[in-house]
C-alpha cells in the first residue's frame, strides 16, 4: 500500500536583523513632487500645463470683464446721483438769492410790500427747505453741512421779518434788520453752500474720469487671455500636427467677441458721457451759475437803494455780480444769445436806475423803475423776462444730462454679469479640446 506524503507546511519568512536596510518604497509615494513633475513630462504633461494656464487665463478674464462693466456702470449711476444732487444745491442757492432778491426790492416798496413778490419770497425759502431736506436724504456726505444751513436759514428768516414788521411802520431800523440779514445770508448761508457745490462738483468729476477706466479692464484682460491662446494652439499645432483644435479656437472667439463687444460698448458709454460733460452739464453749471449772480446783482441794485446814498459797496458788488453773469452767459451757447439779449435789457433799466439815483438824484424815480411802477422802465418785468427763460433752459439741459447718462448706462451690454459665465465657459472648452489630444497619448 503506497502511502502518501503530506505538503510540507508553510514557512512564515523571517523578519529581518536589526539594522538590515528595509526595501525602497515606491518613489512617487515617497516623492510627491517627483510625482508632480512626472504628470508635467513629455508632450502630455506640457499639454496639460497649457490647459492650466488657458484654462486660468479664461477665468481671469471673465472676472476684468466682469469688473470693467461693473466699474463703469457703476460710475455713470453716480455720476448721474451727483449731478442731481449737485443740481440740487444750486437749485438751493438759487433759491436763497432769489428771496433775498424779493426781500430787499420789496423793502423799498414801504408798508405792505405785493402780494406776489411776497409769495415768491415765501416759496423761495420753502423750496430751498424743502430741497435741503430731499438733499441730505440723497447724499449723507452732506448731510452735516446741509444741517448747519438749515440753522442759518432759520436766523435769516427771523431778521427779515423783523425787518418787514418795522418797514411796515416806517421805523428806520427795519433797514438794519434787512442789512443784517444780508450778511448771514452772505457770511453764514451761501458759504455753505459754496462749499457744499464745490464738494459735488468734485464728486461729478471723478465719475466721469472713472467711466472711461472700465475699458482698460476688458481690454487688457482680453488681450492677455487672447495671447495665451494663440500660443497654446500654436504649439498645438506643431506638436499634434492638426492647424486647429475646434473647442480651443472657440474658446478664443467668445473671448475676442466679448473683447470687442465689451470695448466697444464701453469707449461708446465713455465718448457719450464725456459728450455730456462738455455739452448739458457745462450749460447746466453755466446757467446756475449765472442766475444766481443775477439774483445777486438784483440784490445789490436794491440794497444800493436802500443805503440812499452810502451804497457804494452793493453797487461794486452789483457790478461784479453783473459781470458773471456775462461771463456764465458766455459759456452756454447758441440758446445763450437770447439770454443775453434779455439780461441786456435789464442792464439797460439798471442803468437807468442808477442814473436816476446817482447822477440825476431822483431817488422816488430810480426806486419806481426798481420796483415796476414806471412802466416805461421796468426793472422787474425785464428780470423777470430773464428769469423766466434762463428757468426754462436750466430744467431743459439738467433733464437732458440724466436722461444721457442713463441712456450711456442703459446701453451697456450685460457683461458685468455674464463675464464669469463667459470666463468659464471659455475654460471649459479649453478642457475640452485638449483632452481630446491627451487622449491620443493614452
Known amino acids: 500500500m503506497t502511502q502518501t506524503q503530506s505538503a510540507p507546511p508553510a514557512t512564515v519568512p523571517a523578519a529581518p536583523p536589526p539594522g538590515a536596510s528595509q526595501p525602497a518604497p515606491n518613489a512617487r509615494t515617497a516623492n510627491p513632487r517627483g510625482a508632480v513633475a512626472q504628470w508635467f513630462e513629455g508632450t502630455p504633461g ?84 424743502g430741497l435741503i431736506a430731499e438733499a441730505a436724504t440723497a447724499q449723507p456726505a452732506d448731510r452735516d453741512v446741509l444741517g ?41 448761508s451761501l458759504p455753505l453752500v459754496k462749499a457744499l457745490v464745490e464738494a459735488n462738483e468734485k464728486r461729478v468729476d471723478t465719475e466721469f474720469d472713472g467711466i472711461g477706466k472700465g475699458t482698460i479692464w476688458v481690454l487688457a484682460g482680453g488681450l492677455l487671455s487672447l495671447v495665451i491662446f494663440a500660443i497654446t494652439l500654436r504649439w498645438l499645432a506643431r506638436r499634434t500636427h492638426r492647424y486647429l483644435n475646434v473647442p480651443i479656437a472657440a474658446g478664443a472667439a467668445i473671448v475676442l467677441l466679448t473683447t470687442v463687444i465689451g470695448g466697444v460698448a464701453l469707449a461708446g458709454a465713455s465718448s457719450s458721457a464725456k459728450d455730456t460733460r462738455s455739452a448739458e452739464y457745462d450749460r447746466t453749471l453755466a446757467l446756475s451759475r449765472a442766475r444766481i449772480a443775477a439774483y445777486d446783482a438784483r ?63 431822483n431817488w422816488d424815480g430810480a426806486v419806481a423803475m426798481a420796483v415796476g411802477k414806471n412802466t416805461a422802465d421796468n426793472s422787474v418785468a425785464t428780470f423777470s423776462a430773464f428769469d423766466a427763460s434762463s428757468n426754462q433752459q436750466l430744467t431743459r439741459t439738467s433733464t437732458a444730462v440724466q436722461s444721457e447718462l442713463k441712456d450711456a448706462r442703459d446701453g451697456l451690454p450685460p457683461i458685468g454679469w455674464l463675464g464669469i459665465p463667459i470666463g468659464i465657459l471659455a475654460a471649459l472648452l479649453v478642457a475640452w479640446g485638449m483632452s481630446q489630444r491627451l487622449e491620443e497619448y493614452r
Open 46 to 129: 506640457r499639454m496639460r500645463a497649457f490647459l492650466i494656464l488657458a484654462a486660468a487665463m479664461s477665468v481671469v478674464f471673465g472676472l476684468a470683464a466682469a469688473q470693467g462693466f461693473s466699474q463703469s456702470e457703476g460710475a455713470l449711476d453716480r455720476a448721474q446721483a451727483n449731478t442731481a444732487q449737485l443740481v440740487r444745491i444750486q437749485a438751493i442757492h438759487t433759491n436763497l438769492v432769489s428771496a433775498n432778491a424779493d426781500a430787499t426790492n420789496a423793502f423799498l416798496v414801504g408798508g405792505l410790500e405785493p402780494p406776489d413778490q411776497r409769495a415768491h419770497f415765501v416759496n423761495s425759502l420753502a423750496a430751498a427747505a
Open 148 to 188: 448747519a444751513l438749515n440753522k442759518t436759514l432759520i436766523t435769516y428768516g427771523g431778521l427779515i421779518e423783523q425787518a418787514r414788521a418795522n418797514n411796515r411802520q416806517g421805523l428806520p431800523i427795519g433797514s438794519q434788520y434787512l442789512k443784517d440779514a444780508n450778511s448771514v445770508l452772505q457770511d453764514d
Open 299 to 361: 440784490s445789490n441794485e436794491s440794497l444800493t437803494l436802500i443805503a440812499r446814498g452810502s451804497g457804494d459797496a452793493f453797487d461794486k458788488a452789483y457790478t461784479a455780480a453783473a459781470a458773471q453773469v456775462d461771463e456764465q452767459l458766455g459759456k452756454v451757447g447758441g440758446s445763450g444769445g437770447n439770454l443775453q439779449r434779455l439780461w441786456t435789457a435789464y442792464k439797460n433799466v439798471h442803468t437807468k436806475v442808477r442814473t436816476a439815483d446817482g447822477t440825476e438824484g
